[in-house]
């Protein structure tokens, strides 16, 4: 049973930086995602890192967001930095992994003006 534990969350200014991490209990060579889901939101999908590495950032946080891997520490990372408002959101991760999708539980990110 795959589990995965998301961490780093808080209460942050606008400007402010945080950096998310997601745990795995298993090993993690596979495509894995960040997604947020804002209060009466959607979730949409913020990053995707694949097994290799090569990373894709949604536009709304392009330059602003990256998205990283350890593999040795079964963790990908999400460094968030210049945030705003609209970044509050339940930030979660996704291990895809032959066709089955696995969630975290999600961490809180809340952004104050």
């Known amino acids: 049973q795959v589990q995965l534990v998301e961490s780093g969350g808080g209460l942050v200014q606008a400007g402010g930086s945080l950096r998310l991490s997601c745990a795995a209990s298993?090993?993690?060579?596979?495509?894995m995602g960040w997604y947020r889901q804002a209060p009466g939101k959607q979730r949409e999908l913020v990053a995707v890192?694949?097994?290799?590495?090569?990373?894709s950032i949604a536009d709304s946080v392009k330059g602003r967001f990256t998205v990283s891997r350890d593999n040795a520490k079964n963790t990908v990372y999400l460094q968030m930095n210049s945030l705003k408002p609209e970044d509050t959101a339940v930030y979660y991760c996704?291990?895809?992994?032959?066709?089955?999708?696995?969630w975290g539980k999600g961490t809180l990110v809340t952004v104050s003006s």
């Open positions: 996704k291990l895809m992994r032959s066709g089955v999708d696995y």
């Open positions: 298993t090993s993690i060579f596979n495509h």
């Open positions: 890192i694949s097994g290799g590495g090569t990373t």
